[in-house]
């Protein structure tokens, strides 16, 4: 697992980080912690007036998709004897935590929207985009570029943007964002590559040799993060 650029790596905090990681590599998990819980209790809100609205968001293709992270969110806020007096209100699909400065923050999931229409008109904290190589390409009317770009101006000073997938393809809004950024962290954004293995070292074996066995391609992109090359036959299969 690396950043792509030497040791040691020297660049700010940064507003929008990607990762690209291989299954049960936890990469859903470290991003909802980042972001969704550490960022919505810490970041600095003293520009938004009293009451106003302020949320962190949890995005996806579709609303399904946001669950799991929201689950990790829960589950950490609530199980933590230093975080559980944070959390006030829980449902199925936001909760309410209230800030050690006393500010409430709602999380909340969504689900991807032509222009990020739906992610507009509040401050937020954080944003998270989960499974964001399985939005739609850059020309549909549902693009993960577009939504990006909706969230970045409405962040609160120190908030961040996690962008974070499993891999499918060399191509479109998601690989160009992870390949642009990693190794060259400029401009507030870093980006982070795993495999599977590295990230957890006590992964199941038995499924993970097989599969390498039957479908190397496919082995390749769950386990070690290398997307599907779309030059090749197996993209477009007969």
Same mark, same amino acid.
């Given at each position: ?6 040791? $040691? ?20 998990? /470290? ?6 819980v550490y960022d919505s209790l810490y970041c ?12 962190? +968001?949890?995005? !996806?293709?579709?609303?399904? =998709?946001?669950?799991? $992270? *929201?689950?990790?969110?829960?589950? &950490?806020?609530? #199980?933590? $004897? =230093? ?9 199925? #699909? ?8 006393g500010v409430k923050v709602e999380l909340g ?16 904290? !954080?944003?998270? @985009?989960? #499974? ?8 549909? !009317?549902?693009? /993960? ?31 160009? +964002? @992870?390949?642009?950024? @990693? ?25 993970? !040799? =097989? ?5 190397p391609d496919s082995a390749a992109r769950e ?6 090359? &779309?030059?090749?036959?197996? *993209? *477009?299969?007969?």
């Open positions: 697992y690396h950043f792509g650029a030497p040791d $040691p790596l020297i660049c700010a905090r940064p507003s929008l980080f990607v990762i690209r990681g291989g299954v049960r590599a936890g990469k859903t998990l /470290l991003a909802t912690l980042a972001t969704v600095d809100v003293s520009v938004a007036r009293p009451g106003e609205l302020i949320k962190a +968001l949890i995005v !996806a293709p579709r609303l399904r =998709q946001a669950q799991a $992270p *929201f689950a990790h969110a829960m589950g &950490t806020l609530s #199980e933590s $004897p =230093q975080l559980s007096k944070y959390l006030q209100v829980r449902n199925a #699909e936001n909760a309410i935590i209230v800030r050690p400065d999931l969504a689900a991807a929207a032509p222009g990020g229409t739906n992610l507009r008109g509040t401050w937020l904290t !954080a944003c998270l @985009f989960t #499974e964001a190589d399985f939005f739609d390409a850059e020309d549909a !009317a549902v693009n /993960l570029a577009d939504n990006i770009r909706a969230v970045r101006p409405r962040m609160l000073p120190g908030g961040q943007v996690g962008v974070e997938s499993s891999p499918w393809a060399d191509t479109g809004p998601f690989h160009k +964002l @992870f390949t642009d950024h @990693f190794g060259s962290p400029a401009a507030g954004i870093l980006a982070f590559h795993s495999d599977s293995r590295s990230m957890f070292p006590g992964l199941e074996k038995d499924g993970e !040799a =097989q599969l390498r066995a039957s479908d386990y070690d993060a290398i997307p599907i090359s &779309t030059s090749g036959p197996d *993209f *477009f299969p007969q």
